[in-house]
């Protein structure tokens, strides 16, 4: 009897240190299927821990919600998609639910609950860590999955580092990061989305939640890739292609997609912190014009202000804003303006007591305003989440436009404080639901992008608004260019720059820049001349320096610097057809304007190493090899195919490593066998009419190749409506033939002639429509040779190729070359 009584109170002590020890884990874990529920597309999963939802989004993407209790209602600034019908078979048993689509198999182990998912030959594409999958610490949720063998990570938004994110461990906290290192994270923007690579399979995810969070993979541990967030919902979208492309095409339709900007903001825009007084501004504008160097913006930061107070102009600098503004579109220059969310807390400022009237800055829960110190001193901040508070917004911004801004450039909308440290405990609408400022921080700045946007386009009646943006969040590409903040002018931040540029188009902003020359410190010349070169083949290309800092103005870094630069800039406009096709086809598929290799050399183990992970393709034809101002022999990496020089018509075998030595004169670009580049002649602007001819450049090579060539009027949304000018040119590499389809839209193309200019078709016979045609031999030099400044030196040869070409009237019918 004693011993069964010692058993009993043996066991019932075990019991209780079972409960005790389970009582302590401050892990909660998904735990076993309890329940299922299948409803067409969609499966609610009941667990030991936890409440899931698996909605089918379509053939190619599954979404999964998960939370410790039950879902709340669904919302999301990002996603702007529903679930489109789809076929699908959905089945379980006792140990698993099976989701089957056209394109994808998705297993859900009940015993404890793990997902996987695989393509239709069974390979796995992507799984949860086995005893790991999902769980809670406190309010934070992770999901963590497996980590596949030589399995890379790229993309996740403006992000520093190398392009691999292998090995490493970020955090998306929107922050005023000024001069940050080439390493330091997080930076200003939160794009909770990648793309895994391995075993010749592709995925992306897109954790949708706007808490602070964090994604590993694989730092401090060899097991697992991990993300997650300190508070909400685990919510992502799991998104499966064979191609990179389709991925970001995929992100994109869940997230949305640009609009096409104005024409002039792909010109260059002249910009420094800061251009005052108005004479200043005359001055640089001037100056652009009679040294030639093409511009189409000038961009005025800060000190334009009274006081640094938003919507206000300082009367002594810029006594009559409205008629410098005009005097610059006579000279075809577009303002672009700066502007911050702090609003000067000061009675009698207009802005700031129409802000008080309506009600709609963000508060504590006292119901008083927060107030925090920025550039104009104590301020309070519009609540963007506040319907009632973009409406404010918007109104303010018309003064801009009645003024004839054309830009709004969009600061500070991290948002930034001085002491970077806004309190957790500050409240905001969340359209009429309340939410407090740790869940609302990484959205602040893509809703105050939101109501520029929305403002600046119902101000300026039909008329397509450029705004710019340093913060943001994903879909931040409906509304806004971004760039990339306040680098620093050195060699290691150019490249940096290079690769935030190419990750942010990894995830779906094809719109993109960074202060070329430097903002902090002061470039040398050599520098400045590469980094110029870089942003001629930048989406946007805006030259940007800091206060206290020498001027940055192409002319200031001495002749030779002015007349590289100068090359650049005007290659860089002749190029501007090419160019705005290529926004174009970011607009219908978000596929990016300047492009990782990774995109179309996704198995390409060389694409991601440290040598040559800075290369990239700017649109579908440029090659561009982005080397620092010091080195003087660099090592290039050409993938399959073959490639032409860009300056001499030299052609290079793909797969295949070499050394190069440079010259700062001259950036290595090289072109894609089979491209299609249209051009134009030479002008200094947007507004000035290149000739009557526009200049389609075809590429000799191996592999079929498509070019959609668009033009609208550049200014309007008349586009929306059918009012563009727009072809399909192929170009068949086993039939040798260039075949122009017929003309889309009712717009009109502004050039009358085409003349097709023939690379690399040494002695072919060419016929158009069937019939033979003249064919001219002619040479082409794309650069004028930099002046032989020494009289002892040797001279600068002109450096070109040979070329054929023909020409006829661009008519809206189709036809075909052949050769």
Known sequence: MKIINRCVALAALFAVCVQTSSAQNPIRQAGNVKSVTIDNQTVDIGTDGAFIRVTVYSPNIIRVRMDKQKLSDDFSYAVISKPVATKVSITQNDNEININTDSLKVNIRKSPYNITFSNLAGEVINQDEPGLSTSWVNES??????????????????????????????????????????????????????????????????????????????ASNDRFASFGAKGGEMNYYFIAHTKVADIIRSYSSLTGLMKMPPLWSLGYQQNRYSYYPESEVMRIASTLREKKIPADGITLDIHYMDKYKVFSWDKERFPDPAGMIKKLKDMAFKVTLIVDPGIKAEKGYGVYDRGLKEDIFAKYPDGTNYTGQVWPGWCNFPDFTNPKGRSWWGGELKKYADEGVSGIWNDMNEFSTWGQKAPDNILFNFEGKTASHPQIHNVYGL????????????????????????????????????????????????????????????????????????????????????????????????????????????????????????????????????????????????????????????????????????????????????????????????????????????????????????????????????????????????TEKPSDTLFVHVYKGDVNNKFVYYEDDGETFDYEKGEYFKKMITYDAAKKTIYFGKAEGSGKSKFGMVKIVLHGFDGAQVKLNGKATNVKDDFQALMVPISRFDPTGLSNPLEGEKIRSLIFKNLNDQFTISY
């Open 141 to 218: 949720v992770t999901t963590y999955k497996k980590m596949q063998e030589g399995e890379h990570f790229i993309g996740l938004g403006e992000k520093t580092g190398g392009l691999d994110r292998k090995g490493n461990a970020y955090t998306n906290w929107n922050s005023d990061t000024y001069a940050y290192s080439t390493s330091q994270d997080p930076i200003y923007s939160t794009i909770p989305f990648y793309i895994g690579v391995h075993h010749k399979v592709n995925y992306g995810i897109f954790f949708d939640n706007t808490w602070q969070s964090d994604f590993n993979f694989g």
């Open 447 to 686: 809703q105050m992008i939101r109501s520029s946007y929305e403002g600046y386009k119902a101000a300026r009646d039909n008329k397509r608004p450029f705004i710019l943006t340093r913060s943001g969040y994903a879909g931040l590409q409906r509304y806004a260019a971004m760039w990339t903040g306040d680098n620093r002018a050195e060699d290691s931040h150019m490249l940096l720059g290079v690769r935030l540029m190419n990750s942010l188009g990894l995830s779906g902003v094809p719109f993109t820049g960074m202060d070329v020359g430097g903002f902090t410190g002061g470039a040398s010349p050599s520098l400045y001349a590469r980094w110029m070169q870089i942003g001629a083949f930048n989406p946007y290309f805006r030259n940007h320096t800091g206060i206290n800092s020498k001027s940055s103005e192409p002319w200031a870094y001495g002749e030779e610097v002015l007349e590289i630069t100068r090359n650049y800039i005007n290659l860089r406009y002749r190029l501007l057809p090419y160019l705005y096709s290529t926004f174009y086809e970011a607009s219908q598929t978000g596929k990016p304007v300047m492009r990782s290799l990774t995109i179309d050399y996704t198995h390409d183990e060389n694409v991601y190493n440290g040598l040559y992970e800075n290369q990239y393709m700017f649109g579908h034809a440029f090659l561009v090899f982005p080397f620092d101002g010091v080195t003087s022999f660099g090592k290039l990496y050409f993938p399959a195919g073959k490639w032409y020089n860009l300056y001499n018509g030299k052609m290079q075998q793909g797969n295949s490593k070499i050394g190069l030595d440079l010259v700062i004169s001259q950036l290595p670009v090289f072109v894609k066998e089979s491209s299609i580049i249209p051009m134009q002649t030479q002008i200094q602007n947007t």
